[in-house]
Every structure is written in C-alpha cells, then in structure tokens.
C-alpha cells in the first residue's frame, strides 16, 4: 500500500473517532454552532481528501452526509434521527476504510445509494421545513485555542482553524469547481516519499495537505463569516503545529530501552562509588545521576498520554447502546487528562469500554423502573481518573440498580464457585467479587451487549497482566462503583530488595504496605488457625505466606515452626482487597528497578513477573504481587476444601476427622466447637456491649445481635476486646464470647462422656485433652427463647423420629430440632427406629439418615411404607454425600424429601412443611 | 543480527564449526550463531522454571537466559561447567553452558553425513549430522531446535 494512502488512512481514522464523540455532543445541544462546525470541517475534510485519492466511493457518501451537515448549519432543527443517520454513515465510511485497508488501497465494490438517498432525502425535506435560522449561539470557544479537537494536535497535523482559514481563501480565488473535482493540492513531495515505518518523520508545515478546493455546493454564503470571526477569536494554531513533530512509537521504545540501561549503569555505578572512598569521580557522577534522573523522566513523559484518549469513542457507544436498550444515559467524565503511559492506555482500553457498556446494559435500569424507584428517569454513568501514589486510579460508577446480591450467590452455587456454608461466611464485597470469576454473568437475559459470560473475567486479567488489580461496591438501588488500580507505568517502579535463603528478590513497593518483625509476645505475633500460620496485626488476622516455599527454594514440606518465625520480617502486602503477609529473611534496601521482560520460555512462571538487574550487576526476579494474592486464595480453597472434604467424611463414617474450634472459656478447660457450625470469628470489643430487655447485644453489620458467654449467659459490658465466635442458623445471628482461641485441629469426635449440663454434647479426647464439645444448637435457643417460644406455643409439640447412626449428629440435631419446637426420638438405626414404629406410629414426621451400616435409609424408607404401611408420614431424608441421586432413589423408597446433611434450615423448612400438611390431614 | 542456523546449513562449499564438549561429547556449532564466549559469572536461578534452565545472569546490561546443556541432552550434569555460549534467538539471548569450548574448524558441508538410524531419537531431533574427524565423531548440533524444544516442552507441561 502506497505511503500516501497509509497516512490517509491512520488520519481519516482519528478524524473519524473525533466526528463520532462530536456528533454525540452535539445531538444533546443542537445549538452549538462550535460543534457543527467542527463535524462539518471534519467530514469536509475526509470528503476532499478521498476525492483527491480517487476514492470515489467513499467521497460521495462523505458528501452526502456533508449535504445534510450544512443545512444543520442553515439553522435545520437537529433531530436524533437525522444524527443517527449521519452517524450510520459516518459508520460506513469506517467500514469502507477497513475494507480498504485490507484490499490494499482499492475502494471496496459495492454501492452506498441507500444511505446517500436517505441522507440527500432528509436534507431535502428539513430544508422546505426549515425555519428562518436560529440567531447564532454566542461564539464561546471550547478552549482558549478556538478549535476544539478533543485532543492535542498530533504532530504534523494542522490546526483546524487554519485549515478552514485556507478553505476560504481557495474558495475566493479559485472559480467555483464541480464536486467531483477537488482542485489538487499538491502534497509536499518530502511527505509523500517518506517511508511508513520511518522512526521521525519530517514536519509537515510547508502546505496543509488536505487542502481541497471546496465544492460550491456545499458552501453557504453565511459560512465565510463564521470562520473568519472564528479566526479572529482563535487563530493562532500555527506556531504549535510547528512546535510538534509525529514521532514513530518504535523511536520512542529504543530511547526508553536507552534510558533503561543508562540508569542501570547509574545505579552500578553509584554502587561502585559507595564502595571506594575516591572522591575525584563523586561530584561528575552525582551530575550524571541528576541528569539521568531528569533523562527519565523526560522520556516517561513523552509515553504519556491522556486517559481522555481511550475514553473517546466511549460517548458513541453509550448513545447507541441507549437508543438500542430505550434508556437514557448521561455519560459523565471527569479527570480525562489524567496521563498514562501508552503502554499501559492500550491494555486498558478494552476493559473500559466493556465496563462501560456492562454498566449501561445493566447497571442502569430502564425509564420506567428507574421512575418508580423514585430515581431520575436520565440514569448517570460516572467516569473519574485520578493519579494516587504511583497509580492512576479509574472509577466507573452508575446510579443504577446494583449487584444482586442473591443473583450472583446463586451462581456462585450453581458454576461450584463456593458452596453455602462458604457464602454463609463471606462478606458481601466478597461475594460481589465472584463477578470476575470466569464464566460468570447474572445478566438474566443474553443481550447482544452483555450477558455472555465472558467480559469481566477477561476484564480482570487484563488489567491483572499490566500490574492492576479491579475491584467493586455496590449498594442494592443506589449503584455500583468500579474501582480499577492501575500502575503510572510498566517500565521503572520503585521495590522492595528482600532476600530469602540467599537468594535475591524484589518485591514491588507500591503493594507493600509495611514491614513486621515477628514477636511472639508483642502484638505482632504469628498464631496458627489450623496449622496455618496467620500474623495477628492490629485487629487484623493476616494469612502468612513463606515466599521461599512458595517460590519452591526452601523445602515445602517442612512447616515453620513458632520459633523459626520469631524474629523474622514480614512483609504485609495489600493486593486488591487482599491482604497478607509474605515471610522473608531480610530485606537489604529499596531500589528504582528497571522492569526487563523474563525470557518467553520462563513467562509461565507465575509468581515471577520480570527481571531486572541491581547496582551491583546481579540479576533478581521480581515477584508478582497478584501472583502472591492468588496463591492466597488458592490455599484458602484448599483449606476449605479440605474442611469440606472432613465434614462429607463424618457423614459416612462417625469415626473420621472433623475440624474443630478449640477455645478457651471461663475456665482453664478447652472447649469445642465443629467449625462448620462456625460463621467467623469476630474481636469483640467488650465496650460496646448494650443490654436490650434483659439480653446482652451488640450492633453487628447493621443489625443487633445477642451475645452470650459459654456458660449460656448474656456477656456482660467491660473493657478491652476478646474473640467471640459467631454462629447463625437461617436469619438468626448470634456471638459467643470465649477467653482465647486455642486451635483449630482435625480430630475424631468420639463422645467419652455423656453431657450432663445443657449447653454441651459431651466431653471427648481432642489431641490428647479432655475437651467438652459445646452445642451450638444450644446457644441459639437460649439467645432467641422467644422465637423458639412462639413456635412451642404455635402448636402442639409434633413428634419426630430422629435416625442417624452417628451420636454426632443425633446430638446436634436434637436440641435444634427441639429449639424448634418439636419432641424429638433419637434411634440409632435404622432396626431401631422400625421396632418403635411398630409400636408407636403417632409421628408427626420421620427424619433419617440416608447412609448407615446394616439398613440404609432407603431400605429404611421402603419399610415404613410397606411393613408397616405408614403411607402418609413424612419421610425427610438427610444426604450425605450426593443429595441429588439420594433423591431419585429416595422418592421410589419413599422419601416424602431429601436435604444436605448440613442443611440445617433447609431441614427445619421441609419438616415445617411437611409436618404441617400432616397434622392438617389428621385435624 | 545473525544469520539463522538453517540458512547457513544449506549454505554450500566450507561450513566454519566452533566445537564444544559436553560431557565428552563433541559438537559443532556453526560459527555464525555464536555471538561469543564467555565464562557464566553469579548466575540467578529462576524458581519454578523448567530443570534445564540454570538461571539468568547479567551479560554487559543484558539479561541472558543460561540453559545447561548436559540436561538439555540428558547427559550426566557431574562435574562443574565453567564456560558458555552465547547466542541469540527471537530477539532473546541465550547462554549454552558447556564443558569447555574446542577450536573452530572449517568443514566441508557435502562431507557432512547423516544421522545414524540408531541415535537416541531425543537427539536425533537436535542433530543434524555428523562429521568424521581424525580421531571422533563431531555431531552438527542445531541449537534454534534445541532451543526450540525448551519451550516447546514448557508449552506441554
């Protein structure tokens, strides 16, 4: 492809994108002549350039959309149909270029008569309507320079001002000429010789090269006036076309590559100079490190650009998408000028778009919803840039309906994301964050906009690969925000030396948020929660993570233990939302490093992100922060995984491991309580304990909840904090106050001694200590006796048969049951249970375990309703392993319903339910 | 940059081969790929990287990549191996750790012979002939593949 059309092409495709953010602006203020006049010079511009081309094609329908342009200008009233018509044309005329592009310089085949006659047909009908012209709208320039591009001048492009100015002055001297006809320009032969991939090209000031003759057609006599007031007021565009010269990007890489090795050999030899105590050198190099210092600064800036640019075509997407989904959208943008390195512009320009149009596709609701909210029908899309620190911060908030919260739970459910007990656990930012999981959209409905469950996952990993990270609030009908953290840029940053068993790393400064020295008795200190390390750091539990393990240089299997931790520096590092701590041995001092690419073959290496040499020559890795937050996360699955893994085994066998709370209270004595039972653990602050007829509360997430101690009594109001263990059983919430956590350990529960007072199960052997497990179910009567009251004196106390072979789960289930209001039989097996039946059959309801030795519980089933023939009682049946396939064999055995074993409300609903309808029948 | 390994082997007339040994073995490089020799100093391991990468080290500001060739070949890696090769591929450079670095010997490419049938067939995707010195065999070693397989294999783990 000729070099010419090359330029034409890149020009052409940059004056388009500036037509389409003008177009937009001007639909919602159609009396803006500065506008107008902008778009009309714009699309001029192309016409002429492409009839001077040869491109015959495109020339006329750049012509026709100038034609109905200009009667905008003869005072037309500007309509959105007539806007959208002209943006669909200035759409073609895109496609037209790519086409071209592709071909290799030959105008694609094809004719666009349809759109040329709309657009020649609505010109001609608004110009019978047209009234007397509107008195033109003051001339307020945009900017002081009178032109308002939307922004800077590229190098070697002319003014518009100035352009227009030549227009007019070809237009007085030169006779009218058809419009098929541009009067040639001759471009200046330098440019037309010069090749594409030149690194500089030559600065183009000598002739402005679109200059075409303008077809008389197409000029109004008023126009004339206009510009030359419009030079009056801003032409003085000339000396900065002369001030700035178009750089290849290519260029700009080598003098940044430059750069880069010139402050690594400032920085070796600055280190030399540390080393030797001659001073003749030391000044000269303190010079030369200023001026390095300034060098790079210098090239940093000129590879960067304003955020504005990649939120140019963002105005035309949310009108189109508007028009498309019936909504109105205000899109605001705040802080455009907030630079950034083009590298690091370029990634982020998809998932911007992207996040945009999510929030417009679903963020925002329509008219209609949003006027029954109570909301303004015009919904608000919000976009904000920002520098902090050495990031540039890019908010993206709407005013629209938010996450829902339910939705995305269930999804989460449903793609294995995090299974209830999980959800139950998180908080509500957490569960939001499942949005950027892979897969997933809670868009109900696919839209051609969104909803295909790709995009924020891709978002998130886009932004991820240049260092970011991405994050989301939301308020149920207030909207949701966006908050993406992105580095200033990818080549120098700031880090953190550290050294772990002899070798050198550095960790990037700008996710470090300080260093810890491990002391056991101090509040830094290293506790465990099931055997994983956690550094207790004001208020706050942090994972530990050892990065010489995770990195693979320090034996893995070996844990550390406390004393190894003693001493030892940890780095907390916050990385997205994510906080923890990274064990290191020492860190040495913090360096401006200079990122270097690892080799392809070592890319996949993911908790290293690059490489870069120091002062003294050696080379280290750089760590990835986000690497590091994912390894988090990923032993946080494996932890709860594993919990999962023990609780599913109780189910099938009474003798496997569980996971147990071990805590201190009230006595030297250890306590236990199963984990799965346990919401969180919370600090309490004991000041802030209030006392509500007669029960002991505490304001928690926004609601009260009732806090007892472990004898089963309202905690009383005192000083300083303690852990307090929170259980919640369907909406019930509730927190236990206990002296001291202990542990968390995997062990077999077997019951040694029966329990002789009411708040616990029993007392077993937990790692060798007698240990008095405490029922959970217990607690939460005693804090909500009322509730559990009003569901006594409701009814009747129903019966029911309680089946399980694991005393476990027989004295879980019970005092739950009972809270519940019903009189509870336990039986052992499934023998058991049939020899009572056969004696009693007056139960309300049957609740059995699906797996247990000799009968299991769909034998169980089939024999209540065939030996006995106890056709009507419930049968709810409690899964272990695989409630689905319980289900199926269970309703041909019987089972009236099934539910997950650790289902406790979906138990307590069936069994309200079921038994309801019973005695309904007996009644 | 230098010419690829595969246009000097088609190259007619005389080939100039730089020799190495590794492990007692001696190969033939062609001369145009070998940007220089030099003796691998404070060599950083990258954790998690594939077996036969030794590390990275600083090479006058540039970062090199060092493969230890007797893994690379499945050879014994006993013994201390002090010196390199330097050359470059796909804009990335690359460091060959072998034994030590023979003389360059000019070699007509028509004497060149083809791999015997029973070469361990992990060679033979690296050889790609071999010439009959006075006193052993040399094995025209073609590095790009050898390189090549490196990734390739990161690629499939």
């Known amino acids: 492809m000729d070099d010419l059309l090359q330029e034409f092409l890149t020009e052409t495709n940059e004056s388009l994108d500036v037509a389409d953010a003008e177009l937009v602006k001007f639909e919602r203020d159609p009396n803006n002549r500065e506008i107008l006049n902008n778009i009309f010079r714009l699309v001029h511009t192309i016409k002429g350039t492409c009839g001077f081309i040869g491109l015959s094609r495109l020339a006329a329908l750049a012509h026709a959309a100038e034609t109905l342009m200009d009667k905008f200008r003869e005072g037309m009233p500007v309509t959105p149909e007539a806007v959208s018509l002209v943006l669909v044309s200035i759409d073609r005329i895109k496609g037209l270029l790519a086409d071209l592009e592709r071909n290799g310089g030959t105008e694609p085949e094809g004719s666009d008569a349809d759109l040329i006659d709309q657009l020649l047909e609505m010109a001609a009908r608004e110009a019978v309507e047209a009234a007397p012209p509107p008195p033109p709208a003051p001339v307020v320039p945009l900017k002081p320079l009178g032109q308002s591009l939307e922004r800077e001048l590229l190098p070697g492009e002319i003014p518009l001002d100035e352009l227009e100015r030549i227009f007019r002055m070809t237009e007085s001297d030169v006779p009218v000429k058809p419009a098929k006809a541009p009067a040639p320009a001759p471009k200046p032969a330098a440019k037309a010789k010069a090749p594409a991939p030149a690194p500089v090209k030559e600065v183009v000031a000598e002739a402005p090269k679109p200059a075409v003759a303008k077809p008389a057609a197409a000029s109004p006599a008023k126009e004339p006036v206009i510009a030359v007031q419009k030079d009056e007021d801003g032409g003085h565009g000339t000396p900065i076309a002369n001030q700035s010269i178009r750089v290849g990007v290519g260029m700009l890489e080598h003098l940044m590559t430059m750069v880069s090795e010139l402050v690594l050999t400032r920085n070796q030899l600055l280190e030399i100079a540390r080393r030797n105590e001659d001073h003749d050198y030391k000044v000269s190099l303190q010079r030369l490190s200023n001026v390095t210092g300034e060098l790079q600064d210098a090239i940093m800036r000129t590879r960067m650009q304003p955020i504005g640019n990649a939120w140019q075509k963002l105005p035309r997407i949310v009108r189109d998408l508007a028009q498309e989904l019936g909504k109105q959208v205000d899109l605001e943008m705040h802080g455009s000028e907030t630079e950034l390195d083009r590298q690091v512009l370029d990634q982020i320009k998809d998932p911007l778009t992207h996040m945009v149009r999510n929030s417009a596709d679903h963020g925002l609701e329509s008219p209609e919803e949003r006027r029954r909210a109570g909301k303004p029908e015009k919904g608000m899309i919000r976009l904000s840039a920002y520098h902090e620190g050495g990031f540039v911060i890019v908010k993206i908030s709407d005013d629209g309906k938010g996450l829902d919260l339910a939705r995305i739970k269930a999804k989460a459910l449903e793609n294995g994301l995090a299974d209830e007990a999980e959800l139950a656990k998180m908080s509500d930012g957490q569960i939001f964050r499942f949005i950027f999981a892979a897969g997933f959209s809670t868009a109900a409905k696919v839209t051609s906009v969104s909803g295909r469950g790709v995009g924020m996952d891709v978002v998130r990993s886009n932004i991820e690969a240049i260092g970011g990270t991405v994050d989301v609030q939301s308020k149920a009908g207030a909207g949701s925000t966006f908050v993406i953290k992105i580095p200033l840029t990818l080549a120098i940053m700031p880090a953190l030396i550290v050294e772990v068993s002899g070798d050198r790393f550095a960790i990037p400064q700008n996710s470090v948020l300080e260093l810890v020295r491990v002391k056991t008795d101090s509040e830094h200190a290293v506790r465990r929660l099931n055997d994983a390390p956690v550094l207790c750091l004001r208020n706050q539990l942090l994972p530990i993570l050892h990065l010489g393990r995770l990195l693979g240089i320090v034996d893995a299997k070996q844990d550390m233990t406390d004393q190894e931790f003693e001493n030892r520096l940890i780095a907390v590092m916050h990385v997205g939302n994510q906080s923890f701590g990274v064990v290191v041995d020492s860190v040495s001092h913090t360096e401006e490093i200079v990122v270097k690419p690892m080799a392809s073959v070592l890319r996949s290496v993911s908790l290293v992100s690059g490489s870069t040499i120091l002062g003294d020559g050696h080379v280290i890795m750089i760590v990835d922060p986000n690497g590091l937050a994912q390894s988090v996360a990923a032993t946080g699955e494996t932890a709860a995984a594993n919990v999962l893994a023990s609780s599913v085994h109780s189910d099938e066998d009474a003798d496997a491991l569980m996971s147990l709370l071990l805590f201190r209270a009230g006595t030297q004595d250890i306590s236990a309580v199963p984990l799965s039972l346990v919401t969180r653990l919370e600090e309490l602050d004991q000041a802030t304990i209030e006392h509500v007829d007669g029960r002991s509360v505490i304001q928690y997430r926004g609601k009260l909840i009732p806090i007892l101690v472990a004898t089963g009594a309202p905690a009383q109001k005192g000083e300083g904090t303690r852990p307090m263990l929170i259980f919640s059983h369907e909406n019930q919430v509730m927190g236990l106050a206990v002296d001291e956590i202990v542990d968390i350990v995997e062990s077999r529960l077997d019951l040694e001694i029966a329990s002789t007072s009411p708040h616990s199960i029993g007392g077993a052997i937990i790692n060798g200590r007698a240990t008095e497990v405490l029922d959970v179910g217990y607690f939460l009567s005693q804090a909500f006796t009322e509730d559990s009251r009003d569901t006594q004196t409701r009814t009747e106390q129903p019966r029911l048969l309680l089946v399980d072979d694991s005393p476990f789960f027989r004295n879980l289930l019970q005092p739950v049951l009972k809270g519940r209001g019903y009189a509870v039989t336990a039986c052992a097996s499934a023998h058991e249970a049939l020899q009572r039946l056969a004696s009693d059959n007056r139960y309300a309801a049957i609740v059995s375990d699906v797996e247990m030795p000799e009968m299991d519980g769909f034998s169980f089933a089939e024999a209540v309703r065939g030996q006995l023939g106890m056709t009507d009682v419930p049968i709810i049946a409690m899964a272990g392993s695989n409630p689905s396939l319980a289900i199926q064999r269970g309703r041909a055995a019987g089972f009236t319903d099934c539910v997950a074993k650790f289902d406790r409300p979906g138990l307590i609903s069936a069994l309200q339910e079921f038994t309801g309808t019973a005695q309904g029948e007996a009644a | ?157």
């Open chain 2, 1 to 157: 940059m230098s010419k690829t390994q595969d246009a000097a082997e088609k190259a007619v007339g005389t080939i100039q081969y730089v020799t190495v040994r590794i492990a007692g073995q001696l190969f033939g490089v062609p001369i145009e790929i070998v940007h220089e020799v030099f003796t691998p100093d404070r060599i950083t391991r990258v954790p998690m990287a594939p077996a036969e990468i030794e590390g990275v080290l600083n090479l006058r500001g540039r970062i090199v990549t060092m493969v230890n060739m007797r893994r690379l070949l499945g050879l014994s890696s006993t013994g201390e191996a002090k010196t390199a090769v330097g050359i470059e591929r796909f804009g990335e450079a690359f460091g060959l750790i072998i034994d030590e670095v023979g003389e360059v010997l000019v070699l007509e490419g028509a004497k060149r012979e083809a791999n015997p049938a029973n070469l361990d067939p992990r060679w033979a995707e690296l050889i790609v002939g071999v010439h009959r010195l006075a006193n052993e065999l040399m094995l025209v070693l073609n590095v790009e593949r050898a390189l090549a397989r490196l990734g390739a294999k990161r690629n499939a783990a």
